[in-house]
T-cell receptor, first 115, second 112 residues
Framework: GAGVSQSPSNKVTEKGKDVELRCDPI?????LYWYRQSLGQGLEFLIY????????KSGLPSDRFSAERTGGSVSTLTIQRTQQEDSAVYLC?????????????FGPGTRLTVT | KNQVEQSPQSLIILEGKNCTLQ??????????LRWYKQDTGRGPVSLTI?????NTKSNGRYTATLDADTKQSSLHITASQLSDSASYIC???????????FGQGTRLTINP
């Protein structure tokens, strides 16, 4: 079956521009996570969606970052007024449920470069 | 502070040799620990998951150990293959929380 897909795979943008990153989770997975992986750093939690509950936004680094999940499926991570320090790989993961028993399946990531 | 520390940062070994990667954590309360393999340009893929009561778990040539008392885990790779070249990430879940705590990973290179 299809895994988690993300688009675009690579994105180069100029400083100050807005970008949108898309994640298509595995069908039926109710939990969806966004992470950021900077060069030489571990994965950094950004935001978590579970069903119709209010998302856990505690990992978003600034108010320039926001995310939506429409219809409990596709999610979009938006970064406004991008800065060079936003350059990283943005990974999306989905899980059958958030209990911790089921593993998170990761997408291939979107590599964002801000020039 | 909840942290996961991995060592070494990078490791180079010859094909066919064995190696062991280390993970120390200070996460509390502990729920489970996973090892992920991340190939270049790909998302992480789970290798093993271990709960508090499990000491050893194998997945093919990969064997993970967990010592919950000392808060240490290791990932042993036997008879390494070129395809084992990747980053190996140790991840700990906090009990009752949805977020995971990630280590920085060990970059393993297998040379022919």
């Amino acid at each position: 079956g299809a895994g988690v897909s993300q688009s675009p795979s690579n994105k180069v943008t100029e400083k100050g521009k807005d970008v949108e990153l898309r994640c298509d989770p595995i069908s039926g997975h109710t939990a969806l996570y966004w992470y950021r992986q900077s060069l030489g750093q571990g994965l950094e939690f950004l935001i978590y969606f579970q069903g119709n509950s209010a998302p856990d936004k505690s990992g978003l680094p600034s108010d320039r970052f926001s995310a939506e999940r429409t219809g409990g499926s596709v999610s979009t991570l938006t970064i406004q007024r991008t800065q060079q320090e936003d350059s990283a790989v943005y990974l999306c993961a989905s899980s059958l449920d958030p209990s911790g028993v089921y593993e998170q399946y990761f997408g291939p990531g979107t590599r964002l470069t801000v020039t | 502070k909840n942290q996961v520390e991995q060592s070494p940062q990078s490791l180079i070994i010859l094909e066919g040799k064995n190696c062991t990667l280390q993970c120390n954590y200070t996460v509390s309360p502990f729920s489970n620990l996973r090892w992920y393999k991340q190939d270049t340009g790909r998302g992480p893929v789970s290798l093993t998951i271990m709960t508090f009561s499990e000491n050893t778990k194998s997945n093919g040539r990969y064997t993970a150990t967990l010592d919950a008392d000392t808060k240490q885990s290791s990932l042993h790779i036997t008879a390494s293959q070129l395809s084992d070249s990747a980053s190996y990430i140790c991840v700990v879940r906090i009990q009752g929380a949805q977020k995971l705590v990630f280590g920085q990973g060990t970059r393993l290179t297998i040379n022919p």
